[in-house]
């Protein structure tokens, strides 16, 4: 029986938890189905392309760090089909074939998304955002905000010329919506007061990085509001713990990993991914017991 083939292609790429997770749903609905973690270097991109168009068991890829960019032009380029997520981000992570076409699209917009859906879906139908950072990642997580029902996004971003960039993008897709800017100096009482939900979108707080320090103590800042970290490693980040102690609601990033992995699975495998709460909590401690081996 024909083996359906799928991977992940990054550089460095032996840290990526995507091969664990899918070889854990492959398992899970017994597909005969293999998921590699591939490293390329940047001149080997066209070659494999290549061989993904001309292997009909070879499904299709995730895209990581540091192509996912590089491969919007790529598609742009090489006619692929671009889905709306990705056209409005500039960012590919997902790529699949559909009758000998080729379909790129970003996952991240949806993981991001499903995993606030799941965990607090109260928070789905509110209204104002303070996103933090200006990157990639922000990109998918203010296009996931606009798409649905926030209606006031709040970038707050080291680089001011950055946010800008952003802030205009978004305004110009989503013209009846609410996008302002801040210039921050520090993460303050002020800007934090009328918002539903504060994302972290930037590295600040990963191993090895300075922590996202929110000074909760003397702030008395709002307890409604959800503090949400896309960084997973670790997967309380002083952001977070801080929140908690604090009397917040909080969601860490690992949920966003793996339901950003459904799109391709479902593309590549055939099958809709869904976790019960037990599967789901497997599924994460398998993810953390790979980080902790990788620190
Ligand atoms: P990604 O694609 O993962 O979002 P990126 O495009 O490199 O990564 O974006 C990183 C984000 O983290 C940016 O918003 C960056 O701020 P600048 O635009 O000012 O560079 C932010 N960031 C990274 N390190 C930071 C730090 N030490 N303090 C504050 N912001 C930081």
């Given amino acids: ?34 998921y590699k973690a591939i490293n390329l270097k940047k001149d080997e991109i066209y070659d494999f392309i ?13 895209v990581t760090i540091p192509y996912k960019e590089i491969f919007y032009k790529i598609a742009k380029e090489m006619n692929f089909i671009i889905c709306e997520s990705a056209e409005s981000i500039k960012s590919i992570n997902t ?26 879906p109260e928070y789905i139908n509110k209204k ?32 001011l010329s950055k946010a800008k960039e952003v802030a205009e993008h978004f305004t110009s897709l989503f013209p009846s919506k609410n996008i302002i800017i801040n210039c921050y100096t520090d993460i303050n009482k002020e800007i934090l007061e009328d918002i539903d939900i504060f994302i972290n979108t930037t590295s ?21 509001i959800l503090f949400y970290d896309i960084v997973y490693n670790p997967l309380m980040t002083k952001m977070l713990i801080d929140a908690q102690n604090n009397g917040n609601k909080i969601l860490t990033g ?23 709460p037990s599967q789901q909590k497997n599924i994460s401690q398998i993810l953390i017991d790979k980080l902790n081996k990788n620190s």
Avoid: C
Wanted: glycine share 8%.
């Fill in 128 to 159: 104002t955002a303070l996103v933090y950072g200006s990157g990639g990642a922000s990109r998918a997580v203010i296009y996931s905000l606009l798409k649905n029902n926030y209606r006031n996004i709040i970038i707050v971003n080291r680089t």
């Fill in 254 to 276: 690992i949920g966003m990993l793996i339901y950003q992995a459904f799109e391709g699975f479902e593309k590549w495998f055939g099958v809709k991914p869904k976790l019960t």
């Fill in 50 to 62: 290549a061989s993904f168009q001309n292997d009909k068991n070879f499904r299709g890829f995730n």
């Fill in 1 to 34: 029986m024909e083996i359906l083939k799928a991977a992940v292609i990054g550089d460095p790429i032996s840290h990526s938890l995507s091969p664990q997770l899918h070889n854990f749903l492959l398992k899970q609905y017994k597909i005969n189905g293999s």
């Fill in 95 to 120: 790529v699949y074939k559909q009758e000998n076409k080729v379909y790129v699209s970003n996952s991240d917009t949806f993981g991001f998304l499903e995993n606030i859906k799941i965990n607090f």
């Fill in 204 to 224: 600040l707080g990963m191993k090895s990085n300075n922590d996202l320090i929110i000074d909760f103590k003397n702030q008395n800042l709002n307890k409604e």
